[in-house]
């Protein structure tokens, strides 16, 4: 999709469609809807009244013919009878996209000023069009025979009156993010023999060119030096080498300390010993989303040119189970000199995730965040709405919430005790890598994850398994089946909190 922002009117515009916006009257008012272009109302009078149009959210409907100024066609997409929120926004728009695309159109105009966001709005309103407009857009059609012609490709140009500096730059910055994310969602899209560890640091290097952001990849011979236990010995199942990579940027001070973001990059877990179900075990090429997340993040927050230090960590490996693969029972030891024993190895995520968590220690930073796909007992919890997320820390939960909100990402707050830590001692050494007790899987994931965080370090872990991919059926722009590129929007919110 080719997306622009002009600042015109209407009236001197001309292309195939035109896109206005309806509301839908008051639940008390017996009035019908009407659009948010006054001139249009009239045309449209026979809609209202036999209520082909009744404004209710993401409403979409589409006229062919019915000429209005130098538009042929007339797309209208509801706005329900509430205030808009910036979120309303992004959804409007990524439904406006899908309506477009229905209908064969490959330009159309979307006027802006529609949504009606004032002084007050406008500049994270017209950062959510495009975020719509974009994350609506995104295909994974690179391994077919028959891919999209750019040909057919669709131009939207965002028109408004009113096109400050401000109104721009949100608009800009919006676009940024959403090929971020749609970057991100390519890297989990891509199946798992085409994206093993080595392909995965390699696509960080190239997508990092640019950008500011340096991009050193350890190798096993390296991993194993830096006494990194839990990603080596998760790999041994595999002809194919683990890999760790280091995403670093620097847009403060040097003596500012970081902010670092973890991520989970199993490029393909099969479970290992403990093998998972043959049914949807192709969907374990997304156990790597945290991490492909994590590095869509830390471009964005470049290209954005945030005023912060960030580093992304991001192990990767394959869970297989090959003839030296793990075995239950086996012990390990983290970075950090903590011992862990093996008594399930489809829970292997936590067991990479721990020297990564031991490296970011060392650095020192002002916080730690990671992402991974990590539990089915979060999806049991909360589904594919929301994502949980664990800290013992009140003031970094406040953080969290109001990075999300400025996202429009949807998070809950989960439950993290001494009691989950308890249910993670091991017998035979520190820790064991699953729960001694029944139930609270995620929670005690977290805690395992807790034992490799630095002393004082504020850190919150998001669990991503239930939102990672499959989430179209909740946000419009995200594909029904494909990754999501969950978290990503508010990891850059929370880097931003920092700077």
């Given at each position: 999709?080719?997306?622009?922002?002009?600042?015109?009117?209407?009236?001197?515009?001309?292309?195939?469609?035109?896109?206005?916006?309806?509301?839908?009257?008051?639940?008390?008012?017996?009035g019908t809807?009407?659009?948010?272009?006054p001139?249009?109302n009239?045309?449209?009078?026979?809609?209202?009244?036999d209520?082909?149009?009744?404004?209710?959210?993401?409403?979409s409907?589409?006229?062919?013919?019915?000429?209005?100024?130098d538009?042929?066609n007339?797309?209208?997409?509801?706005?329900?009878s509430?205030?808009l929120?910036h979120?309303?926004?992004?959804?409007?728009?990524a439904q406006?996209?899908?309506?477009?695309?229905?209908a064969g159109?490959?330009?159309?105009a979307?006027?802006?000023?529609?949504?009606?966001g004032?002084?007050k709005?406008?500049?994270?309103?017209?950062?959510?069009?495009?975020?719509?407009?974009?994350l609506?857009?995104?295909i994974?059609?690179d391994?077919?025979?028959?891919?999209?012609?750019?040909?057919?490709?669709?131009?939207?140009?965002?028109?408004?009156?009113?096109?400050?500096?401000?109104?721009?730059?949100?608009?800009?910055?919006?676009?940024?993010?959403?090929?971020?994310?749609?970057?991100?969602?390519n890297?989990?899209?891509t199946?798992?023999?085409?994206?093993?560890?080595?392909?995965l640091?390699?696509?960080?290097?190239?997508a990092?060119?640019?950008?500011?952001?340096?991009?050193?990849?350890?190798?096993?011979?390296?991993?194993?030096?830096?006494?990194?236990?839990?990603?080596?010995?998760?790999?041994l199942?595999s002809?194919?080498?683990?890999?760790?990579?280091?995403m670093?940027y620097?847009?403060?001070?040097?003596?500012?300390?970081?902010?670092?973001?973890?991520?989970?990059?199993?490029?393909?877990?099969?479970?290992?010993?403990?093998?998972?179900?043959?049914?949807g075990?192709?969907?374990?090429?997304?156990d790597?989303?945290?991490?492909?997340n994590?590095?869509?993040?830390?471009?964005?927050?470049?290209?954005l040119k945030?005023?912060?230090?960030v580093?992304?960590?991001?192990p990767?490996?394959e869970?297989?189970?090959?003839p030296?693969?793990?075995?239950?029972?086996?012990?390990?030891a983290?970075?950090?000199?903590?011992?862990?024993?093996?008594?399930?190895?489809?829970?292997?995520?936590?067991?990479?995730?721990?020297?990564?968590l031991?490296?970011?220690?060392?650095?020192e930073p002002?916080?730690?965040?990671?992402?991974?796909?990590?539990?089915g007992?979060?999806?049991?919890?909360l589904?594919?709405?929301?994502?949980?997320?664990?800290?013992?820390?009140?003031?970094?939960?406040?953080?969290?919430?109001?990075?999300?909100?400025?996202?429009?990402?949807?998070?809950?707050?989960?439950?993290?005790?001494?009691?989950h830590?308890?249910?993670?001692?091991?017998?035979?050494?520190?820790?064991?890598n699953?729960?001694?007790?029944?139930?609270?899987?995620?929670?005690?994931?977290?805690?395992?994850?807790?034992?490799?965080?630095?002393?004082?370090?504020?850190?919150?872990?998001?669990?991503?398994?239930?939102?990672?991919?499959?989430?179209?059926?909740?946000?419009?722009?995200?594909p029904?089946?494909?990754?999501s590129?969950?978290i990503?929007?508010?990891?850059?919110?929370?880097?931003?909190?920092?700077?």
């Amino acid at each position: 999709m080719v997306l622009n922002l002009l600042k015109k009117d209407l009236e001197t515009l001309s292309c195939s469609t035109l896109v206005v916006f309806s509301k839908a009257a008051p639940t008390k008012d017996k009035g019908t809807a009407r659009v948010t272009l006054p001139d249009l109302n009239k045309i449209l009078s026979e809609s209202f009244e036999d209520k082909s149009i009744t404004g209710s959210k993401l409403e979409s409907v589409f006229f062919r013919g019915k000429a209005f100024l130098d538009f042929k066609n007339i797309l209208v997409i509801g706005l329900g009878s509430e205030s808009l929120t910036h979120e309303d926004v992004r959804q409007v728009s990524a439904q406006a996209y899908e309506g477009l695309k229905a209908a064969g159109v490959k330009e159309a105009a979307l006027h802006f000023d529609g949504f009606g966001g004032g002084k007050k709005h406008n500049a994270e309103f017209a950062r959510a069009v495009s975020e719509g407009l974009t994350l609506a857009s995104y295909i994974f059609d690179d391994l077919k025979s028959k891919k999209a012609d750019k040909k057919d490709e669709l131009t939207v140009h965002v028109v408004t009156e009113n096109a400050d500096a401000s109104l721009k730059n949100a608009f800009n910055d919006g676009l940024t993010l959403a090929q971020c994310v749609n970057f991100s969602r390519n890297l989990g899209d891509t199946p798992g023999n085409l994206m093993t560890p080595t392909i995965l640091a390699e696509r960080t290097q190239e997508a990092a060119k640019g950008t500011g952001v340096k991009v050193t990849v350890w190798d096993k011979a390296r991993i194993k030096k830096e006494k990194m236990g839990g990603l080596l010995g998760v790999s041994l199942g595999s002809d194919q080498e683990p890999r760790f990579i280091i995403m670093e940027y620097k847009g403060a001070a040097a003596s500012k300390k970081p902010v670092v973001f973890v991520g989970k990059g199993l490029t393909f877990d099969s479970g290992g010993i403990s093998i998972k179900p043959s049914a949807g075990m192709e969907e374990m090429k997304y156990d790597m989303c945290g991490g492909a997340n994590v590095i869509g993040a830390v471009l964005a927050m470049a290209r954005l040119k945030l005023k912060v230090n960030v580093v992304g960590l991001i192990p990767s490996t394959e869970n297989m189970p090959g003839p030296s693969a793990n075995k239950p029972g086996d012990i390990m030891a983290a970075r950090n000199g903590k011992t862990f024993e093996v008594n399930n190895t489809d829970a292997e995520g936590r067991l990479i995730l721990s020297d990564a968590l031991s490296y970011a220690s060392e650095l020192e930073p002002q916080a730690i965040f990671d992402a991974a796909t990590l539990t089915g007992a979060m999806v049991v919890a909360l589904g594919n709405i929301h994502t949980g997320y664990y800290t013992r820390n009140f003031n970094l939960s406040k953080r969290v919430q109001d990075a999300a909100n400025a996202s429009g990402e949807w998070v809950w707050p989960m439950p993290l005790t001494d009691h989950h830590v308890k249910d993670i001692r091991g017998t035979f050494a520190d820790f064991s890598n699953i729960s001694s007790s029944k139930g609270a899987g995620s929670a005690t994931a977290a805690a395992f994850l807790e034992q490799f965080v630095g002393e004082g370090i504020p850190w919150a872990h998001f669990d991503i398994a239930g939102t990672g991919w499959a989430a179209g059926n909740r946000l419009n722009y995200c594909p029904k089946k494909g990754a999501s590129g969950a978290i990503l929007r508010t990891f850059v919110e929370l880097a931003r909190s920092f700077a």
